[in-house]
């Protein structure tokens, strides 16, 4: 299942991210996270012991031809952009799975699986976008044909900023973490508005909730979409300062519990999943891709291929 976590810049979800996929893994559930903000703290917010490993986003080349196969519709890796979808003869993924993209850009920290995008570099300022180093999760995410009991996470850019680009469509359900502040639930709005045209379900999750106060003012701003709340917590501020002991406050480990709970409810719409996929291929098909490949990209899509249906699992 593929969650994705997102909000306002320091409303706390790359900390979500972290708490959520080391609960996850300290069930022993398969868990794999992914960095996808442009400020990579998602290591350092897991914490314990780092094993890094090359980044998604410098070696966009490589997966492109990697996850093409033998797919015919996709004559060279240039010709493939972050939007194609799978066909017959492409290289489908099981969450970190037994082959050569897992085996080089999966790393670990704090006992987690991690892949990262990877940061800016002093090549990047002034002449790229973020959102292509993203190209590559949004690759990774069409091409896996994950299933229930197996988790990717990931930690989205922030604000609305996910809506730059289709990844915001690859998710089974989106987790909107919002501070109990007019600006904590602003992105929210935002947010819900954009993923209404396209019926992506998004929940909220309150973060840094003092007094009930906190809670009544979130409560009438989200209504039915807040799903749960984590309350302000001291193990999470020592934790971030290196300091962690103990265990997470009950509630909290509570709200952890209610995430999971959650997402294993919503079973997976394979076909919702590659119909938006095709849609945003030929968005950007139209938009820019064709112009700059000289290709009618169109003509990657294999009309009678569904990754997950019955015929392609």
């Known amino acids: 299942m593929r969650v994705a976590f ?45 094993k890094s490993a090359p980044p998604l986003g410098a070696h966009l080349p490589e997966i492109k031809d990697y996850l093409r196969g033998t797919n015919p519709r996709i004559p060279s890796p240039e010709a493939m952009i972050k939007t194609t ?12 799975g037994d082959d050569a993209l897992h085996a080089r850009h999966v790393g670990r920290a704090g ?8 940061e800016f570099d002093e090549s990047d300022l002034g002449v790229a ?17 994950d299933g229930p009991g197996a988790y990717v996470v990931v930690d989205m850019t922030a604000g ?19 501070e109990p502040t007019r600006k904590g639930v602003s992105v929210y709005r935002q947010y819900r508005d954009h993923a209404e045209q396209f019926g992506i379900r998004i929940a909220v999750v309150g973060n840094k909730v003092t007094c009930e106060d906190d809670l009544l003012f979130l409560k009438e701003q989200v209504g039915d979409d807040l799903l749960t709340h984590l309350e302000q917590s001291s193990w999470i501020r020592a934790a ?24 294993d409810s919503h079973p997976r719409d394979w076909t919702r999943l590659h119909r938006h996929a095709v849609e945003f291929h030929l968005r950007n098909a139209r938009a820019w891709a064709d112009a700059r490949t000289g ?13 997950g249906g019955p015929a392609n699992a």
Not at 8 to 18: D, E, F, V
Not at 85 to 92: D, I, Y
Not at 163 to 178: N, W
């Open 295 to 307: 290709e009618d990209l169109a003509a990657q899509v294999d009309p009678e291929y569904v990754p």
């Open 111 to 118: 006992g987690v699986p991690l892949m990262v995008t990877g």
């Open 129 to 145: 976008c973020y959102h292509s180093k993203l190209g590559a999760v949004e690759l990774y995410l069409g091409h896996l044909a």
């Open 6 to 50: 997102v909000g306002k810049g320091g409303s706390g979800k790359t900390t979500l991210s972290a708490l959520f996929s080391r609960h996850l893994a300290r069930s022993g559930a398969p868990v794999l996270a992914i960095d996808g903000d442009i400020n990579q703290h998602l290591a350092e917010a897991l914490g314990g012991e780092e």
């Open 240 to 263: 971030e300062q290196g300091r962690e002991r103990g265990e997470l406050e009950a509630h909290n480990r509570h709200a952890l519990n209610v995430l999971r709970e959650t997402v």
């Open 160 to 178: 609305a900023d996910a809506f730059a680009s289709g990844l915001f469509t690859r998710f089974d359900i989106t987790f909107l973490v919002a």
């Open 85 to 96: 979808p799978p066909g017959r003869g492409s290289r489908l993924l099981r969450p970190l």
